[in-house]
Each structure stands twice: as C-alpha cells, then as structure tokens.
C-alpha cells in the first residue's frame, strides 16, 4: 500500500521568502509523485510530477520539487513567495506498477500556504 | 483540449430531488473518475471507469449512480441525497495502460443539499 504525509496543515511565509512545503511517501514500488494546487472553489491543476526521468523537477508558476529516495520525500520549493501562490497544495502518489493502470491518486492531507503580506 | 468540463458549476437539491453531474473530456483517456471533496480535506475517490466499464466503487452508497455513456463522457446521478452529501464533486480522467497514472481535473461542481 502506498501513502504519503504531509507536514504541517497550514504553512505560512511572508512574500518574497522561500516557500517549503514537505511530502513524505511510503511505497514498496518506484513511485510516481505529484503535487497539485488547488484554489479556492476550483479543481485540482497539476504543478509538477517524478516519473524517474530526473530528481530534481520544475514545474509551473516557480515551483520545483527533489526527489530523495533515501529519505523517501519529495519536498515543494519556491525561492520567492507571491500573494497569488495562496491555496492549498496537495502531494499525490502513484505507484509504477499500475501507475499505467487506472487506481487513481493516494492524496496527502494537503497543506494550506498563507501569504503574509 | 486538455480541458475536463463540468457541469453546472454549482447545484442546490432538496433531499427528494432527482439531479445529474456530467463531465465531458476530448484528451482521448479511457479512464474518468468521481471523486468527493469535502472543505479542507483531500479528494476521495469514489468510483472510477476504464474503457467505459466501472472499474472501482469506493462502497459509495447507491443514491449515487455513476454512468459512463461513451470514453468521452461520464454522469453522476443524485437522488435521495442526505445533507451531508454536500460537498464539492471532482471530476477527473487519465489514460489507461501508459503514463504515469496523472489526473487531469474539471472546476469541480459545487452541491448542497437541502
């Protein structure tokens, strides 16, 4: 069974400071990552995703994210936080196997990013 | 068109209405699912089709009916809803068989239940 944990509920940064927001997985299988973002009464867009090509992986709006497998993590980064970056962020995982199938995504808790002016 | 559409957007019912969610994508996936996405919380799937068939029925009570008329298309049928049904219902597809199993998302459609 795959999972992943997300740490801290509610993350807050002022704008302009680094944004960090932490995904933790737990598959017996390589796994596919994601993060999504999701704002207000919207659906969730993808911001980036690990499929093995590369660790370290850039996606929309700033955002990167590294792989780590000794630390079975795959953390969020953004060096310089804007007002607009507000949502909730979701880290998502699925496993290689039936990654090509059709099982759906296992969903962290999500993490909520406050802008602080 | 990387678009998943859903419609309406937002639905208000009365717990004896009859309604229907609908979602529409032209990506070519054979695979479209429903998920539940109660505030400050993660979507929950509830079912899923591939090619057209259900694949997964996450033990989602039978007031919800799920239907897949075509791979272009998927409903979702409401009927003798409770209030704790309110929620926001994601729609979402992905190809089957290749890739990485990511999910292309519609808007949601918001409903209440009266």
């Known amino acids: 069974a795959q999972s992943v944990t997300q740490l801290g509920s509610h993350v807050s940064v002022s704008e302009g400071a680094l944004v960090l927001l932490r995904c933790n997985y737990s598959s017996s299988v390589p796994p596919y990552l994601f993060w999504y973002v999701q704002y207000p009464n919207q659906g969730l867009q993808l911001l980036l995703k690990y499929t093995s090509a590369a660790t370290l992986v850039k996606g929309i709006n700033g955002f990167e994210a590294e792989f780590k497998k000794s630390e079975t993590s795959f953390h969020l980064t953004k060096p310089s936080a804007h007002m607009s970056d507000a949502a909730e962020y979701f880290c998502?995982?699925?496993?290689?196997?039936?990654?090509?199938?059709?099982?759906?995504?296992?969903f962290g808790k999500g993490t909520h990013l406050i802008i602080q002016p | 068109d990387t678009e998943v559409t859903q419609t309406p957007k937002h639905l208000v019912m009365g717990m004896t209405n009859k309604k229907s969610l609908k979602c529409e994508q032209h990506?070519?996936?054979?695979?479209m699912y429903w998920y539940k996405q109660k505030a400050k919380k993660p979507p929950e799937l509830m079912f899923v089709y591939s090619y057209e068939k259900l694949s997964i029925n996450e033990s989602v009570p039978s007031r919800f009916s799920p239907e897949c008329p075509n791979s272009s298309l998927l409903n979702l049928h409401l009927h003798a809803l409770q209030p704790e049904d309110s929620a926001l219902y994601l729609c979402a597809s992905s190809h089957v068989g290749l890739g990485t199993g990511e999910l292309f998302f519609g808007e949601g459609s918001r409903l209440t239940v009266l």
């Open positions: 998502a995982v699925s496993d290689a196997v039936s990654g090509g199938g059709a099982d759906g995504l296992t």
């Open positions: 990506m070519g996936h054979r695979a």
